[in-house]
């Protein structure tokens, strides 16, 4: 399964609200997850099953989408959130990722 | 807290082989399956295959068959990936990363801090 991530770099002030796709190239149900990757870093879970938002990652963070579009929405960002995101899917092996989405200060 | 702690960098020559570990702290190692993903310099996330850490039996992605093992020992809660023969475009930060939960099919948490393999003559 290819997911393609949109766009694949974006430029941003904090308090920007700042929205990325995730498009599957077929249906993955909710089996989807964002990470956060910062320079130097590991990669960091934020959301599972497609919305839910893990225990220690700001509410500032959202996301939706089922079946084949997706969307993670940062509001009001901060000047921590400067990362590259990536989705993936867990729908069926191989798991596969977005080829991310880099969130560069404005 | 549950953590994962990978073993240090790596500097190879071309045909050597590299065994890069994950030991695994603050939670039955055995409950959860084991996951490895490669990040060449510069690029995007690449899942490797996973391993079963109830019986010991791995997946391989296609790509990494042949050349990668994943292997464990329970007794130390530890994985493993051996990588033999190894090639310049091995040059790569490894990860390891746990299922996030019970059964097939899972996202990954936590994620191991990494290790870099570089290989150069």
């Known amino acids: 399964i290819r997911m393609t991530q949109s766009p694949s770099s974006i430029s941003a002030s904090p308090g920007d609200r700042v929205t990325i796709t995730c498009r599957a190239s077929?249906?993955?149900?909710?089996?989807l997850a964002w990470y956060q990757q910062k320079v130097g870093g590991a990669p960091k879970l934020l959301i599972s099953g497609a919305s839910t938002l893990q225990g220690d990652v700001p509410s500032r963070f959202s996301a939706d989408g089922s079946g084949t579009t997706f969307t993670l929405t940062i509001n009001c960002q901060q000047s921590e959130d400067f990362a590259t995101y990536y989705c993936q899917q867990y729908y069926t092996y191989p798991y596969t990722f977005g080829q991310g989405t880099d969130l560069e200060v404005k | 807290q549950v953590q994962l702690v990978q073993s240090g960098s790596e500097l190879k020559k071309p045909g050597a082989s590299v065994k890069v570990s994950c030991k695994a702290s603050g939670y039955t190692f055995t409950s959860y399956a084991m996951n490895w993903v490669r990040q060449a310099p510069g690029q995007g996330l690449e899942w490797m295959g996973w391993?079963?850490?109830?019986?010991?039996?791995?997946t391989y992605a296609q790509g990494f068959t042949g050349r990668f093992v994943f292997s464990l020992d329970t007794s130390v809660s530890t994985a493993y990936l051996q990588i033999s023969s190894l090639k310049a475009e091995d040059t790569a930060v490894y990860y390891c990363a746990r299922d996030g939960g019970f059964g097939a099919y899972n996202w990954f948490d936590p994620w191991g801090q990494g290790t870099l393999v570089t290989v150069s003559s």
């Open positions: 077929q249906y993955i149900d909710n089996h």
């Open positions: 391993i079963n850490t109830n019986t010991g039996n791995p």
